[in-house]
């Protein structure tokens, strides 16, 4: 009881920090960052990795960050950190030992790669002020109840405190005509839930009788395009906000509430670079993520997989930088047997599979047939490791009837705009 109170009081000091923070200008944001971002060199010294990394040879990132008295010339000079380097050696980014009471394991979102998070309680507490920033921009009321679909609810239909929220925890695999049910019940005034989740919803509760209507729809995990967006707002009635962040770091960046553009947090520093690491000032590059608060484990231009693009300043006045557009999350959808459908975060459970394999994709070829194509660490599969995927997959079906193959490859090649597709539907394309 006492360490989740002392856990709250932290979070609302960081809460208040973010909101001052929030309305620097560009220069004064960028005296904070430096300063931060010296700090954490300090801490990146203590780790194997940033301490012992012999510089490559050749390319704009080949000097070895410099640690005199703890203080980076610039953040070009530390090398691209991949999550392969964290999985496979994770001890090398742990700065100190009072982080053993504060470890998450978390997957990565875009790669199939598990990799190991540790975070102090102060770095736990800005995850935590980071989260509620976003609600709470996005217009939701303390003590409000929202209504959270996701697919790691334990309890679905239970309703539980996150500090100044009620949360009604739903299940991303129950159907949408059951969620709904479930909301008409409890009348959350928010819903926070993937995109292509809520769209189902928006097009059950069209049909509705008394249709649900919310003050807000808080959408992560997947970018949210203009006909969703447009569909859920419409049929929910509301606004829709987009929050974007991933397993590593949790949100990093979310939506203006006066002008709608996505600004990036300032305890956050992302680069946008091209495929020589060179800063992509126009178009699309590759997302690179420093978080300026975890110093338990420090992780510095961190590749995340996504591929995103700079945006105008905005015209709320903020000096924090805006992304334009956002690539690389899925919001595939699966059409199976009967008729229903399936977003893809529906069969991430797949990613139990990370360990015994090197990577993965599930591929549905027809509604009753999915083929799961993976790299294997050793001798392959054996039966009841299949027999675990094939559950997870009728499970993630709904219980239809429907078929799961195994087809062993030497690669899994990413696509042309670089993303590796984990989950992919060739249902209804021809």
């Known amino acids: 009881m006492l360490d989740s109170l002392s856990g709250g009081v932290r979070a609302l000091r960081c809460l208040d920090t973010l909101r001052r923070e929030s309305v620097l200008d560009a220069d004064s944001l960028k005296r904070l960052q430096d300063a931060l971002l010296a700090r954490l060199a300090k801490s990146a010294a203590k780790t194997g990795f940033y301490r012992h990394l012999s510089p490559p040879s050749g390319g704009s990132n080949s000097n070895q960050p410099p640690t005199s008295g703890g203080m980076p010339v610039d953040l070009e000079s530390f090398p691209i950190t991949e999550r392969e380097d964290v999985r496979l050696g994770p001890d090398g980014f742990f700065a100190c030992d009072e982080t053993r009471h504060h470890l998450t394991s978390m997957t990565s979102g875009s790669s199939g790669t598990p990799v190991e998070v540790r975070s102090d309680r102060e770095a736990t507490a800005w995850r935590n002020a ?127 509430p006066e002008e709608h553009s996505m600004h990036v947090s300032s305890r956050f520093i992302i680069e946008i670079v091209d495929g020589r690491g060179r800063p992509a000032r126009n ?58 459908i399936r977003p893809a975060a529906c069969f991430s459970n797949i990613e139990s599979l990370n360990g015994r394999v090197k990577s993965f994709q599930l591929i549905q070829e027809r509604e009753d047939l999915f083929v799961l194509r993976f790299v294997p660490c050793g001798k392959g599969l054996d039966d009841s490791v299949r027999g675990d995927v094939e559950s997870i997959v009728r499970k993630a079906c709904g219980g239809a009837r429907i078929l799961v193959e195994f087809e062993e490859a030497q690669r899994i090649p990413r696509e042309e705009n670089g993303k590796f597709r984990k989950f992919y539907s060739k249902v209804g394309k021809g």
């Open 130 to 256: 980071l989260s509620i920033a976003s609600l709470l921009d996005a217009g939701v009321k303390p003590m409000s109840l929202c209504a959270r679909i996701h697919r790691k609810e334990s309890a679905p239909g239970r309703i539980r405190m996150h500090y100044f929220f009620r949360m009604l925890g739903l299940s991303l695999f129950d159907d949408e005509r059951a969620n709904l049910t479930a909301i008409r019940k409890f009348g959350p005034q928010s819903l926070i839930c993937c995109s292509s989740y809520a769209q189902f919803m928006a097009k059950e509760n069209d049909y509705a009788e008394k249709p649900v209507k919310f003050k807000q729809v808080i959408c992560g995990s997947e970018v949210t395009g203009e006909n969703a967006r447009r569909e859920i707002s419409r049929s929910f009635s509301c606004p829709v906000f987009d929050v974007y962040g991933c397993h590593e770091f949790g949100h990093m960046a979310w939506e203006c």
């Open 283 to 340: 178009g699309p590059g590759e997302v690179l993520v420093t978080a300026l608060h975890n110093h338990a484990m420090p992780l510095i231009r961190y590749r995340i997989g996504d591929r995103a693009s700079w945006g105008k300043e905005c015209p709320c006045g903020r000096g924090l930088p805006v992304i334009a557009s956002i690539e690389g999350r899925t919001n595939e959808v699966f059409a199976l047997p009967g008729g229903g």
